[in-house]
Structure formats: structure tokens, C-alpha cells
């Protein structure tokens, strides 16, 4: 098994990854601690594309990432396999701060219902119109669940 790198400043992470508009930041296995340094920077206002896939964020990350005033401008978030739950879909389905939100991936995340129902029925996240949560399931949240199979 490889060594994990551990991060100790928002540089580091960001290291060759931003393009643009987006953070492409995804099997670094940033922790609940280490995407702390992420919330804290200005720069995250510049960015429309977050792909956090496969880190190990968990609900606490979750949370806190849902209370991030920089994230404002974020329309596309990808938290595929980062160990979620429902209760933390719950805390993000509260967030003010991502008003421009539109897709969110999910897939891989130990969710059992209740936080996609509180994804649908959200006062803040009024753009989100799209997430998908396992495999071939594409939520769409005026029309409630559709199966999009993936071939």
C-alpha cells in the first residue's frame, strides 16, 4: 500500500490541480482536517468545479464544507466515495452557501434515503436539479427518481 501525502497548507492541494474554473481534486484522500485548509482560502470564490472524489472527507467534512462561505460560486461538486451518510446530506441540504449549486455526484457514499430526501426538499438549495447517487441512478429533483442506466 502507498503512502498517503499529507497535506499541511491549501498550496499543496491545490498543486497542478486547479484548471480554470475547477479544482480537480479528486484520490488525494483528503481528510475531514485537510480540507479545513480548503474552507479557509479566498481562492475556492474563483472556482465553479469541485471534484473531491474518492477522499475520506465523512460527515464531519461534509459539515463543515456545507458552512463554507467561499464555495458560493460552486456549480458542480463531485463527493463520490468520501465515506457520507445520510446525516450528512442532511447538513449539506441545510447549506446557505452554495447557492449556484447544480449537479452533485454521490455514488459510492453509504446513503440510505433519508439525505437524498432532505436534497429534495431543500429551502437553499433551490438550483440543484440534479445528483446522482448510485450507479445508473440520476435524481432529478422535479421529477423525482429516473433510471439512467450506463452502458
Not at 457520507?84 to 446557505?96: E, F, V
Amino acid at each position: 500500500m502507498a503512502q498517503r501525502t499529507q497535506f499541511t497548507d491549501v498550496e499543496s492541494i491545490f498543486e497542478g490541480r486547479l484548471r480554470g474554473n475547477q479544482a480537480m481534486l479528486s484520490g488525494l484522500g483528503l481528510t475531514a482536517e485537510e480540507a479545513r485548509l480548503l474552507w479557509q482560502t479566498p481562492r475556492l470564490k474563483e472556482v465553479s468545479w469541485l471534484d473531491l472524489d474518492d477522499n475520506q472527507l465523512g460527515d464531519a467534512g461534509l459539515a463543515e464544507l456545507a458552512e463554507c462561505e467561499h464555495l458560493e460560486n460552486i456549480q458542480y461538486l463531485n463527493l463520490n466515495k468520501n465515506g457520507l451518510t445520510d446525516a450528512g446530506l442532511q447538513k449539506l441540504a441545510q447549506s446557505k452557501c452554495l447557492p449556484k449549486l447544480k449537479r452533485l455526484h454521490l455514488k459510492g457514499n453509504p446513503i440510505e434515503g433519508p439525505g437524498v430526501m432532505a436534497l429534495f426538499e431543500s429551502q437553499t438549495l433551490d438550483g440543484l436539479t440534479t445528483f446522482q447517487v448510485n450507479e445508473g441512478w440520476t435524481c432529478k429533483k422535479r421529477d423525482g427518481w429516473r433510471y439512467n442506466p450506463q452502458l
